[in-house]
């Protein structure tokens, strides 16, 4: 029996299951938003080329990346949560409060470079994790459901640590614009451009590639040999597939939890900072918000997996890039992405739940084939007493 | 005479498995017959074909005579036959009666329920059969027997002549089995058809007027009682010859490897029901812990662990203290653990075997290197090794733990703390639900663990498992150790007794 031969669905078996279900939740999207185009009196097709054409210009590119880069960075937080069952909401809270922190800190240090920008990215991450502490400290000790108290956090954290620190902190001059002091360069984010135009033609339109991408790809990495490969991770995944068989593996549920919050809230301390260092060098009115609840349909979209992820970001990243071109043309509306954004998250769901039941259905067949072919063979197959054993123990 | 049920060459396939080929089952009216099989034989499948919850792919029904084909249970209760599930489906905020009329309530005029017709009916019912119940307790109150009994009546209440009990002695003990087999002797004699699933083979020889086995998803053979023996029955069900028992010799050591100091526990309602439970266990010994379900036994287990603090007392592991010990100290220093139930506390199901193999063992080698990096090369290949000597049936280590049946889960369970070698195995119930092909691998692999010098406390409810395993016996009643029993001279009925609380005089306990 050591020597099977099938030890899982063959590869290309595998493959397409992975694939069935985003590219199912693709065309679905595409259909319906058709739908809504043309009830709306516009022709999808040329729109969708028009998007096309357009999304495949350099410069919308490299706006495609700027946008994914956070998107990227929230949905990890979000799938370090729920890869334990957490469900941090409150990665909102988590990054605006830390980016204006991380800002007004960079303002204020003089480093040389590398260790500047390196300590502005630890006040995030550290600022972060300890916002998304106080929330796993409450479920540890005080029962509270992170939901809960995530959500409520949000709301102190935007409208009230923010606010106020906002206040303080704001550079009065005498232009309109409320921004925190700038960062002076040794705490700024080199760009890629230089690096990119070695590949490709020269990026215009004033358009920048932020640094930023190589640290999403860098928190990438870490998140799969943290998940996959350490056992921390394999802890924590035990405990959000079942906690109490994760309990009497010796996995202490409390700590797990500080530690999923605490990850999770370090990751999503960066969310903001790709244009905290990569474009604005200050915290301002101009700091986009919302990042952290998108993160979660990335996350979703993405299954939680590193990979996944990192396309479901560039998907969403490509839409809200290419969609302004709709505008220009008259084509549509851009605001047609966000039918096919909400269409996409609705159908992978979906589609996600049929695939995993077709492999779950394939698995249990091959299992029970083995079972149905197998059958005991005392020489080699048995465990050495099993043979030797009666219907009762022996008395 | 025509029969109350015929099912003729009944095939039912699922996506690459034929759970049912062509069985034939034949039930004379008035008789209790019984199917016996191993887990996956499909007992389950044929039933949930004959009551209409899943449509046969081949084959006819046929009850008293009439070709019938059953859409949804519903046709099956209208036609007379009527299944009480191994699960109970009970509402347990309601009255008894109330859980005997939901969904078929009599009603009286403007639509109110006839509360008064209804009581008198049921009535009826319970003083017909025998079956005693009260019928205006919350059924929260009521004990397994009881629920069973409820769920037969539901049965009776909605017409139902011929009765489907599935595997309806797994949840009772031995006293409570005796009434629930006077109750189908007293409904056969009314008249009532009894099929009746079990793989206890002394019960099936005790109750059953037929008995037919099913194996591999066809019928084997259909005999009488009489005209076997249970080791007949026992190789019908597993298809080949089983071998004979052996002696028992004792292999007890002198080192005390699990000692607990009056230990008392609070469940999770800070109800103390652990009560100073004092006991030992050597090396090389299996101690049994008898008793019924909820008598502490689980708290008792999870203060061994370490999930759950002790209120008093303490516990010693090779003769240190480890009251202060984590869980994850416990389970490195050797302490290997059978979970009393499977899907509960043992497996991460959605994981592949690889990943449940090592749950438990997550810090040691082979499963990862310096306590924190996963090696899962070498965990594969450790599982692999686990799945041939403990005989898992899977294509391999990369399936997914919900994909094997339950058997083969717990052989998985069994072999992940076995090739680990504890010192100190506490196995709640290591053979429940699980057939006897299986159950009789899992035995042997105690006993030679045994034999290897481990220390295993088997807490169990299961007398054949306790007697035959055990060098000694210790009985668990309301949180306490009320008696200590040799298992070369307690009978299975004692033992019952004893785990009842029925035995007369409770015997102190008496500890080496």
Partial sequence: ?395 | MTPALSLENITKRFPGVLANDRVNLTVAEGEIHAICGENGAGKSTLMNVLYGMLPADEGRIVVRGDEVHFRSPRDALAAGIGMVHQHFMLADNLTVLENIILGAEPTGRGGRIDFAGARRRVTELSDAYGLDVHLDEPVENLGVGERQRVEIIKVLYRGARILILDEPTSVLVPHEVEELFRNMRDMCARGETIVFIDHKLDEVLEIADTITVLRAGRTVATVKPDEVSPRDLAELMVGSELPTPEARTTTVRDTVSLQVESLSVLDDDEREVVKGISLEVRRGEIVGVAGVEGNGQIEFVEALLGIREPSQGRVLLEGADINEWTVRRRREAGIGYIPEDRHRRGLLLPAPLWENAMCGHQGKEPYSRKGFWLTPKAARSKTRELIAAFDVRTPGPDVAAHALSGGNQQKLIIGREMVMTPNLLIAAHPTRGIDVGAQAAVWETLHQAREQGLAVLLVSADLDELIGLSDRLLVIFRGRISAALDPATVTPRELGAHMTGAAGEVEEMQHA
């Fill in chain 1, 1 to 395: 029996m050591s020597t099977r031969t099938s030890h899982r669905l063959p590869a290309h078996r595998r493959l397409t299951l992975a694939l069935a279900a985003p590219v199912a939740a693709l065309i679905l999207s595409l259909a319906v938003a058709s739908i809504a185009l043309v009830l709306s009196g516009s022709n999808p097709f040329p729109a969708y080329g028009r998007m096309f054409s357009y999304g495949f210009e350099l410069e919308t590119l490299v706006d495609m990346v700027n946008r994914a880069t956070p998107l990227y960075l929230s949905a990890v937080a979000v799938a370090i949560g729920f890869r334990m069952n957490l469900f941090n909401i409150g990665v909102e809270g988590q990054y605006i409060l830390a980016s204006i922190i991380a800002a007004q800190v960079a303002a204020e240090l003089s480093l040389p470079a590398p260790l500047h920008l390196t300590v502005i990215i630890l006040v995030g991450m550290a600022t972060g994790s300890v916002w998304a502490l106080i929330a796993g400290v409450l479920k540890v000790t005080r029962g509270i459901h992170e939901v809960i108290s995530t959500i409520m956090l949000n709301a102190v954290s935007i409208s009230f640590v923010v606010a106020m620190l906002f206040r303080q902190w704001d550079v009065p001059d005498e232009s309109l614009n409320q921004e925190t002091a700038e960062i002076p360069p040794s705490g700024r984010m080199p760009d890629l451009n230089g690096f990119v135009e070695t590949f490709t033609r020269e990026i215009g339109k004033g358009r920048v590639l932020w640094g930023f991408v190589i640290v999403a790809i860098i928190i990438g990495i870490l998140y799969w040999i943290y998940v996959a490969r350490t056992r921390p991770g394999y802890d924590l995944r035990a405990s959000g597939i079942n906690p109490l068989a994760a309990e009497a593996s010796g996995v202490s549920p409390k700590r797990t939890i500080i530690v999923a919050m605490a990850l999770s809230g370090a990751v999503g301390g960066l969310v903001g900072l790709p244009e905290v260092l990569g474009r604005d060098y200050a915290y301002g009115l101009q700091f986009t918000q919302n990042l952290g609840f998108a993160g979660i349909a990335v996350a979703l979209l993405g299954q939680n997996h590193p990979g996944g992820i990192a396309i479901g970001a560039l998907v969403f990243g490509f839409l809200d890039s290419a969609a302004p071109i709709l505008d220009v043309h008259g084509d549509a509306p851009q605001e047609i992405v966000e039918i096919m954004k909400g269409i996409i998250i609705f159908a992978a769901v979906i589609t996600y739940v049929v695939v995993q039941r077709r492999r779950q259905a394939e698995e249990a067949r091959a299992a029970s084939l083995a079972m149905a072919s197998d059958e005991p063979d005392p020489a080699t197959g048995m465990p050495s007493g099993a043979t030797e054993s009666d219907t009762r123990p022996a008395t």
